[in-house]
C-alpha cells in the first residue's frame, strides 16, 4: 500500500520560512516524479512546484519561483519543499504526490497523493 505523508507545516509570520517533508512508503520513490500542490479553502488544488525522478530538473509555478525550492533524497524516500519569504497568500494546505511526468501541471496527472500538510502565513 502506497502512502505519502507530509510534515513541517505550521504557522508562521510573513517573511519566516517552512520547510516541507514528504515520506514514501509502500513505493520506490526513484521511480516517480514528484510534485508539490496547494489548495487553499474554497478553491482549486494548484501546481506549486516538481521534480524528476534524478533530481535532475525541477520546475515550479510563476508563484513559488525565486522563493521556493523543491528538492528530494530518493535514498530515504523523501521529498521537501522549503519555502522562503512567506506570504499570507501562500496560505494553503500543502501536498505532496507522485506523478507519471514531471511535466505534469495538473492534480489528474498525479497518481499518489498525501493527506496534506497545513502552512498559515500571518500578515
Known amino acids: 500500500q502506497v502512502q505519502l505523508v507530509e510534515s513541517g507545516g505550521g504557522q508562521v509570520p510573513a517573511g519566516g520560512s517552512l520547510r516541507l517533508s514528504c515520506t514514501a512508503s509502500?513505493?520506490?520513490?526513484?521511480?516517480?516524479?514528484m510534485g508539490w500542490f496547494r489548495q487553499a479553502p474554497g478553491e482549486e488544488r494548484v501546481f506549486v512546484a516538481a521534480?524528476?525522478?534524478?533530481?535532475?530538473?525541477?520546475y515550479y509555478a510563476d508563484s513559488a519561483k525565486g522563493r521556493f525550492i523543491i528538492s528530494r533524497d530518493n535514498a530515504k524516500n523523501t521529498g521537501y519543499l522549503e519555502m522562503n519569504s512567506l506570504k499570507p497568500e501562500d496560505s494553503a494546505t500543502y501536498y505532496c504526490?507522485?506523478?507519471?511526468?514531471?511535466?505534469?501541471?495538473?492534480?489528474?496527472?498525479?497518481?499518489?497523493w498525501g493527506q496534506g500538510t497545513q502552512v498559515t502565513v500571518d500578515s
Open positions: 521534480i524528476a525522478r534524478g533530481a535532475t530538473s525541477t
Open positions: 504526490a507522485l506523478g507519471r511526468t514531471v511535466m505534469a501541471r495538473i492534480p489528474a496527472d498525479y497518481r499518489y
Open positions: 509502500g513505493v520506490t520513490l526513484s521511480g516517480y516524479p
